[in-house]
């Protein structure tokens, strides 16, 4: 079992910037891959970035362009999303995931185990 939680969510003006942040306890953190995916209202979950055991490989959605970058720190059982130039349309519920599987950083929201319960990020002038 793992628990996860994630914390930095807020509302912030267009172009600004958010660094989220997801503890994880209750498995060794460092094998396994771990994701960040986002759900506005109505619309299905969508994945944002993931990064992989030894954080040597990232993977980001199309939409990030850039903007947003996944890290994780091991010694702190953490990983971050640290995403800058914000828009609107990114607006949503910002979740983060475990995948403990062996297929390479997956997109899919299925694919992950376990996830956190989500925080809001809202951004508006």
């Known amino acids: 079992q793992m628990h996860l939680a994630e914390s930095g969510g807020g509302l912030v003006q267009p172009g600004g910037s958010l660094r989220l942040s997801c503890v994880v306890s209750g498995r060794t953190f460092s094998d396994v891959d771990m994701g960040w995916f986002r759900q506005a209202p109505g619309r299905e979950r969508e994945f944002v970035a993931a990064i992989g055991r030894n954080g040597e490989k990232v993977r980001y959605g199309d939409f990030v362009m850039g903007r947003f970058t996944i890290s994780r720190e091991d010694a702190k059982k953490t990983v971050y999303l640290q995403m800058n130039n914000l828009a609107p349309q990114d607006a949503a519920v910002y979740y983060c995931?475990?995948?403990?599987?062996?297929?390479?950083?997956?997109?899919?929201?299925?694919?992950?185990?376990?996830w956190g319960q989500g925080t809001q990020v809202t951004v508006s002038s």
């Open positions: 995931a475990a995948y403990t599987g062996d297929s390479w950083l997956p997109r899919r929201p299925y694919s992950y185990d376990y």
